[in-house]
T-cell receptor, first 114, second 116 residues
Framework: DQQVKQNSPSLSVQEGRISILNCDYT??????FLWYKKYPAEGPTFLIS?????DKNEDGRFTVFLNKSAKHLSLHIVPSQPGDSAVYFC?????????????FGKGTKLSVIP | DGGITQSPKYLFRKEGQNVTLSCEQN?????MYWYRQDPGQGLRLIYY???????QKGDIAEGYSVSREKKESFPLTVTSAQKNPTAFYLC???????????????FGPGTRLTVT
């Protein structure tokens, strides 16, 4: 049972436009969410996170939106750059579970076309 | 420079052999983790350790073993009992703050293990 779902395996966007990557979750106990970026044959790099007490968090070109009622979050990249081309993973955590486990989605491959 | 080192980057083994993957960090992080990634899949947690001499099983611990004798090191052994060992293995670490590990985990470059 996949608790974190990224339903779009891939996304292509023109350079300079907005990239929107989506993530849905089913476990209502998740209360902390993260986005990671991964290049081939490298480890993921932490991008941005959001706690369930917020509905938006911004860091430069990256903004994460959280809709708790819909159990949905999205990552917006504006403007998109060719260097943003990578696989993006959404991850979620239950801070009350007593462990520090992150549950990852399967990832969305973003291609930014020059 | 602080970071996480995984070696080697590529590893080849014959079926039936145990193999140990190295993970070292100089970030002074308390918590360390091992994940496995398969093509088209997310990262799945194998084992994690919050402090030295203590570790916990993740979702897919069967066929793997770990040790945490030093804060800086968290080696993973893929045993012959692991049915599908060929995968990309990632080590990560995170800091403790106020007695809790922060969820922002920092990853090493990974080791691609191929077993034939």
């Amino acid at each position: 049972d996949q608790q974190v779902k990224q339903n779009s395996p891939s996304l292509s966007v023109q350079e300079g436009r907005i990239s929107i990557l989506n993530c849905d979750y089913t476990n209502s106990m998740f209360d902390y969410f993260l986005w990671y970026k991964k290049y081939p044959a490298e480890g993921p790099t932490f991008l941005i996170s959001i706690s369930s007490i917020k509905d938006k968090n911004e860091d430069g070109r990256f903004t994460v939106f959280l809709n708790k009622s819909a159990k949905h979050l999205s990552l917006h990249i504006v403007p998109s750059q060719p260097g943003d081309s990578a696989v993006y993973f959404c991850a979620a955590a239950d801070s009350g579970a007593g462990s520090y486990q992150l549950t990852f989605g399967k990832g969305t491959k973003l291609s930014v076309i020059p | 420079d602080g970071g996480i080192t995984q070696s080697p980057k590529y590893l080849f083994r014959k079926e039936g052999q145990n193999v140990t993957l190295s993970c070292e960090q100089n970030l002074n992080h308390d918590a360390m983790y091992w994940y496995r990634q398969d093509p088209g899949q997310g990262l799945r947690l194998i084992y994690y350790s919050q402090i030295v001499n203590d570790f916990q099983k993740g979702d897919i611990a069967e066929g793997y073993s770990v040790s945490r004798e030093k804060k800086e090191s968290f080696p993973l052994t893929v045993t012959s009992a692991q049915k599908n060992p060929t995968a990309f293995y990632l080590c990560a670490s995170s800091i403790f703050f106020g007695g809790r590990a922060l969820y922002e985990q920092y990853f090493g470059p990974g080791t691609r293990l191929t077993v034939t």
